[in-house]
């Protein structure tokens, strides 16, 4: 089962592994053709209905595989305002090959005549609200016809991800979708063929710049898009900091760092956007914790707990009273994952271990994540929250679901970018689910250490600090995919 957004995740995907979207066009029209066959025999008369988005594209393909019926194409509307060059590219080699392919500039005008089969290819997954004209006198006109009705991915005017239908909305007979079943096909009185259009398992498996998609940014009020709560410091400076502009960068309205006393000079003075808010000490130590629960309730922010924190005994122990009396979100990273397997926690945690920290967790150790994937779904599954397991291919998992993500460069081994993804998937954290977040940072992480590389040279020389400013850029750049 596939909702609607996650088909154009998964789209984008296959394309950014060499399948474009065209070519998935083509095998879902074949698809549909192929119901038409089965519905009808060859010489009857098929009308097809074709509005003009990717749904109307499926439908004029079909009309290619359909050279033994007596086809009539119908366009709702000029072909000019056809809304995608692969649609538009479907219609025009109609009108090359000398198709019955007609443009209706005006519903009322609508003659279907009086088909065996009527294809819906009118509305599919891009549809908001309920149909307008000339859609709306089309799905009428189609209802009044006493013929097969075959609706290309969803009967137009059924929502395809709840099953709700508009009125007017297309009464199908059949239903041929594409590559997985919807769930608003469940409930319908029809046949649902669901068809293999060619996408790749891989991009599915794979996290890719199609998962880019699920970034959106939210509200205007300050703070909509996340408050990020750094714990961290100490012994080390440049960690905490780094994750705390980490998360400025991938769009945290807010991004606040928890460190001792002894500390925040240097840290403050290492960017002028971080806010500083020290506590006595030199290090964390188990009375601090209270007021830093009570922080991090009061403004829901999502906690990110372990950068440059020590693994001094009384600062693990201030974690473990932390992760005790704590209820909201957490990064956990570094030498604070150490006791999350000792813990009963309320918290929902993203725990980003490296191939040592993750044997720390209760891990089998494994030569490479990728190939043993069921080693990060099974602790992910015992521990019961999503582990982000680095490594040069990182494995996310939350126990059920596990992606893998490829995006980096050799010179990302360097001190650091594992705290400036920290950063990331707590901003990412703060608007998208758990999971979702955790298998997009490590993508933005690894995309911004790509482009470092491409300005650079590749290989040696990055520094983690580099990264932060190309993190929007991987995030909003040009490889983002309309959505
Ligand atoms: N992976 C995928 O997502 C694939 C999708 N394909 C097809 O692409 C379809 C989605 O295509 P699109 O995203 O282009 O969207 P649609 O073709 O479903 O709808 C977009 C078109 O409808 C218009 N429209 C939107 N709301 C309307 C309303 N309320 N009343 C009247 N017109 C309205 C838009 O202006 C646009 O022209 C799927 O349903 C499927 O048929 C397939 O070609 C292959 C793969
Ligand atoms: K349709």
Same mark, same amino acid.
Request: charged letters at 25%; a negative charge; proline letters at 5%.
């Given at each position: ?45 098929? @009308? ?154 891989? @991009? ?90 009570? =922080? ?48 009963? =926690? ?34 992910? @599954? ?34 650091? =970018? ?66």
């Amino acid at each position: 089962m596939i909702s609607a957004d996650e088909m154009a995740v998964v789209d984008e995907n296959a394309a950014a592994l060499g399948v474009p979207r065209k070519q998935l066009m083509e095998s879902s029209g074949n698809a549909v053709a192929r119901v038409v066959r089965e519905v009808a025999d060859p010489g009857a008369r098929v @009308a097809i209905v074709a509005g003009r988005g990717n749904n109307g594209g499926d439908g004029l393909v079909a009309a290619r595989f359909l050279s033994e019926y007596d086809v009539t194409v119908h366009l709702l509307g000029r072909a000019e305002t056809i809304s995608t060059d692969i649609a538009r590219e479907n219609w025009a080699a109609l009108q090359r090959a000398d198709l019955d392919a007609r443009e209706v500039r005006d519903s009322t005008t609508l003659d279907l005549g009086a088909p065996d089969v009527v294809v819906d290819a009118m509305l599919g997954t891009g549809v908001t609200g309920d149909p307008r004209e000339p859609e709306r006198s089309a799905i009428e006109a189609v209802d009044a016809l006493d013929a097969t009705v075959v609706a290309v991915d969803v009967p137009s005017g059924v929502d395809a991800d709840t099953g709700d239908r508009a009125t007017p909305a297309v009464d199908a007979d059949h239903v041929v979708t594409f590559h997985d079943a919807k769930p608003g096909l469940d409930a319908l009185d029809c046949v649902v063929t669901v068809a293999d259009i060619g996408i790749p398992a891989a @991009a599915e498996r794979f996290v890719e710049r199609g998962d880019l998609q699920r970034v959106r940014r939210g509200g205007e009020t300050k703070g909509d898009n996340g408050r990020v709560f750094v714990i961290g410091g100490g012994p080390y400076t440049g960690a905490p900091a780094m994750a705390a502009q980490g998360a400025l960068r991938a769009g945290a309205d807010l991004s606040f760092v928890a460190v001792p006393e002894s500390v925040k000079t240097p840290i403050a003075s290492y960017a002028e956007d971080l806010i500083v808010q020290p506590y006595d000490g030199e290090r964390l130590t188990p009375e601090h914790v209270p007021d830093l629960v009570e =922080t991090a309730h009061d403004h829901d922010d999502v906690v990110v707990l372990g950068p440059g924190l020590g693994s001094a005994d009384d600062t693990l122990d201030a974690v473990r009273e932390f992760l005790d009396s704590f209820e909201g979100r957490a990064v956990v990273d570094a030498d604070a994952l150490s006791v999350v397997p000792e813990v009963d =926690t309320d918290a929902d945690l993203v725990l980003t271990p490296n191939s040592h920290e993750f044997v720390e967790l209760g891990g089998e150790a494994v030569e490479d994540f990728r190939g043993d994937e069921d080693a990060v779904e099974s602790l992910a @599954a015992e521990l019961g929250h999503v582990v982000l397991a680095k490594a040069k291919t990182d494995v996310v998992s939350d126990g059920e679901r596990t992606r893998v993500c490829r995006a980096g460069t050799p010179g990302m081994t360097v001190g650091g =970018t594992g705290d400036t993804l920290a950063g990331i998937t707590a901003a990412m954290v703060a608007t998208l689910d758990p999971f979702e977040a955790a298998c997009v940072a490590p993508y933005v992480n690894g995309r911004a250490g790509e482009l470092v590389a491409e300005e650079h040279a590749p290989g040696g020389g990055l520094l983690a600090s580099d990264l932060l400013d190309r993190i929007p850029r991987a995030i909003w750049g040009e490889d983002r995919p309309e959505s």
